[in-house]
């Protein structure tokens, strides 16, 4: 292969399949093998006639296959911040929850953030993005509602003065259309809701220092990527800001479950808020001067130091 490039989406997405497949195919299918049951996982018994235990596994891996599919979409169409949706793709509790639809919203979270990268968003593309973008919103808010904050992806970059009126047309309806995923009618949401509480593959008790590895990751890759100019401060502080609401709305939503219902909030219910992140640090190129970094390899070693303590633990199960 030739030498890659920070902007290739050969090489992320080359990655991803390599060092993300086999530690989703492996969570999904050591799991126990008769938990509840996801909507695709009834599907699968449904059409396939398996017993409960062969299409709990059967619709695990469905979850992982539409998992990979909608990481490798993003890692394809984002025009910039790659390496961080590869980060948010690859995290151990994102690899974790790929086998069910926690993971799948999480990848509905980074398509959206990685449709609306390219600063302008101009062309002959910029109607079906943002379309694709609106939609897979749509899809998350109504999986959890606690992601509307999602939206407001949508209204950056921010319009010059002047022009609000195509800015409510172009930006506005479509984060108002997006967050009416949250207010459709009750049962249809509940009967969603009742997928995604299915149970995924139990997550391996990771060593503290590969936590520790990803924390470095997160940390030290948007500092040390410096090439490139950031977005506006305002718009920075906006998409945090709707980062922040969306913590705020989960923790909401785990004090007001019936009791026996709320878990505690887990790290899976905040890894779609990630995506926000993206948009708001991701640096853009200058010219075609665009060599892999050593600082976007850091991502790529942490996920394959992640294989690596998978082999090992279950090697010593």
Known sequence: MNRPSAGGARFWGLAFLGLGLPVCVAL?????????????GRLAGAALGPGPADAARLGRLAN????????????????????????????PASLAAASGPEGVVVALAALAAALLTPRPLTGR???ARLAAATLAIALAVLARPACAPLAGMLLVPFPPAGRFGRFGRDRLAPAVLALLAALLPALFRTSLAAGAGGEAAPSPSWPPALSGLWALVLLV?????????????????????????????????????????ADGLQVRDLLPLGAL?????????????????????????????????????????
């Open 28 to 40: 999904a299918l050591i799991g126990p093998p008769g938990p509840a049951l996801d909507a695709v």
């Open 64 to 91: 992982v296959a539409l998992f990979l599919t909608l990481g490798l979409s993003a890692l394809a169409l984002a025009a910039r911040g790659r390496a961080a949706l590869f980060a948010l793709l690859c995290l």
């Open 125 to 127: 593309g910029r109607p």
């Open 221 to 261: 890759t948007p500092l040390a990527l410096r090439r490139g100019p950031l977005p506006p401060p305002a718009e920075r502080l906006w998409l945090v800001g709707c980062a922040v609401l969306g913590l705020w709305l989960a923790g909401l939503a785990q004090a007001l479950a019936p009791a026996g219902h």
């Open 277 to 317: 992140l993206v948009p708001a640090f991701a640096r853009g190129r200058i010219g075609t001067a665009d060599s892999l970094t050593w600082p976007a390899l850091l991502p790529v070693l942490a996920a394959a130091a992640t294989l690596a303590a998978l082999v090992v633990l279950i090697g010593s199960a």
